[in-house]
């Protein structure tokens, strides 16, 4: 087996553009859910605001590509404030409920064939990250180091991307050590007592909710332009749950947890993938085993959840997690 090979693939995708869209999504449930206890299962909604507010304002309708991105974070904003009004006054399933109802509206109302010609229908908007790319410093060819290499349009896309996460990251590390972030974990710990105080914990909730969103549209940026094309299914539950499971394994309430969790998650999958497909090659599968390439995706999905509920029996708190605020945040 090609060794070089499967240990490249892993890395590669570890730092490649699925984990940095990844992170800042991550990033986002980590600012409502794992310090101010907000259940969010909607963050593919949020994604959706920040990739169809950009693709929508260029493609649609002409505007910059600045426009666009400051047209996303808007409609990332909009969406935080009609999804907290009537819930955050309630328990938290009630949020959980409203979110995942929401992110499967947002995706069948960009997909309806009555908005095709605003926002593309099943077919989804193309033509809208030329600006993007025409700024790009990189000249042309192979960029990076050692396994880590990359043509010089991922690479300008994975600078942008890798300098969100970490501008995002210093935000939520800054606004956690103030009196602000004080408060929203004492929501988290016991909102009865915050109110008690005179605090409006209603308003702060909203506060983390709308701040989350727009690290959740940010991550919409990247994964749009990652593919250079926006199409609704690209954001369906599937993106919400794989955010939740990075920011699991990483740690929730870390900032450092997200990323870590998105680098292994995304690594982890493609060096399963890589590794199986490598062993059917060289004849390593028994023959009463029916695996074949057809059937890796569902494999390695299989065996990385597993990997996934062992940590979650023997280290529930996430690789950086405190098991003490794991106990908190299930009260």
Not at 27 to 51: E, P
Request: glycine share 12%; proline share 3%.
């Amino acid at each position: 087996m090609d060794w070089d090979l499967i240990f490249r693939q892993g890395a590669t995708a570890g730092v490649g553009p699925i984990a940095c869209y990844t992170a800042l999504a991550a990033i986002g449930l980590n600012m409502q859910f794992g310090y101010t206890g907000l259940l969010n299962f909607g963050q593919a909604a949020f994604a959706a605001m920040g990739a169809y507010g950009l693709a929508v304002s260029v493609a649609t309708y002409g505007l910059s590509f600045w426009a666009g991105l400051g047209f996303g974070l808007f409609a990332a904003i909009v969406l935080a404030v009609l999804l907290g009004l009537p819930t955050l006054r309630l328990r938290a399933d009630y949020l959980a409920i409203v979110t995942i109802a929401a992110s499967e509206i947002v995706r069948l109302v960009v997909r309806s064939v009555r908005y095709t010609k605003t926002l593309g229908g099943t077919d989804g908007l193309q033509n809208f990250a030329g600006r993007f790319f025409e700024i790009n410093p990189l000249s042309p060819g192979e960029h990076g180091v050692w396994l880590f290499k990359f043509n010089e349009r991922d690479s300008w896309l994975l600078i942008c991307g890798w300098g969100l996460v970490v501008f995002c990251s210093l935000i939520t590390f800054l606004a956690i050590r103030s009196p602000w972030g004080r408060v929203i974990k004492a929501i988290r710990e016991d909102e009865d007592a915050v109110r008690s105080l005179g605090k409006n914990t209603y308003w702060y909730k909203m506060q983390s909710l709308m701040l989350g969103g727009l690290f959740g549209a940010m991550s919409g940026f990247v994964f749009a332009m990652s593919k250079q094309s926006v199409n609704p299914d690209d954001y369906t539950t599937r993106f919400t749950f794989v955010a939740l499971a990075v920011l699991i394994l990483g740690g929730t309430a870390r900032v450092m947890g997200p990323i870590v969790g998105a680098i292994i998650f995304t690594g982890v999958l493609q060096f399963i993938d890589t590794l199986l497909r490598q062993m059917i090659t060289a004849g390593y599968i028994p023959d009463w085993l029916p695996l074949d390439t057809n059937k890796i995706g569902p494999v390695r999905l299989i065996l990385t959840g597993l990997v996934i509920m062992l940590l979650m029996i023997y280290r529930p708190q996430g690789i950086f997690g405190d098991r003490n605020e794991v106990r908190i945040s299930a009260r």
